[in-house]
């Protein structure tokens, strides 16, 4: 049965690593870095995002009802960007899964730091934050059906 995947974790904490690594295993893989790329002037360009999660949102609304499962490539930190997610979910019928990258602190500031374009420190501790502190209870409770975490080795 196909299904919804919400990839949850600080910029830094691996997701697109992840996807990378499972790809054939994720179904359609759709990222909105990759979508700011299309619709704004590059992968970090944040004014781009509303309408990048417009194209996200219209791809993954497209492979789900052809069938296919989706894993969706973003930040997920804040409840109310689970929830377009879950919506899509629930619109076309299938199940969610939030599939939670659970890394230390240190590991995502230092991923950041090593990139050619960084996302403001404060920026990425508040979001690891706010990862850090959702418990799979919760997001349990927010409508997913299963949570994975996924932790650092």
Do not use: Y
């Amino acid at each position: 049965m196909n299904h919804v995947r919400v990839l949850i974790g600080a910029p830094g904490a691996g997701k697109t690593h992840f996807c990378t690594q499972h790809a054939g295993r994720l179904g359609v893989l759709l990222s909105l870095d990759r979508a700011r790329a299309i619709v704004g002037r590059g992968e970090h360009d944040q004014a781009a995002t509303p309408a990048a999660v417009d194209l996200v949102r219209r791809q993954a609304a497209d492979a789900l009802a052809a069938g296919d499962t989706i894993t969706v490539d973003a930040t997920g930190a804040a409840i109310l960007d689970r929830a377009s997610w879950l919506a899509l979910a629930r619109d076309h019928a299938v199940p969610a899964t939030a599939l939670v990258l659970r890394v230390t602190l240190a590991t995502v500031l230092a991923r950041n730091a090593d990139r050619a374009r960084q996302v403001p420190a404060d920026v990425v501790t508040a979001m690891w934050t706010a990862i850090d502190r959702t418990t799979a209870a919760e997001l349990l409770a927010e409508g997913f059906r299963s949570v994975i975490e996924l932790r650092e080795h």
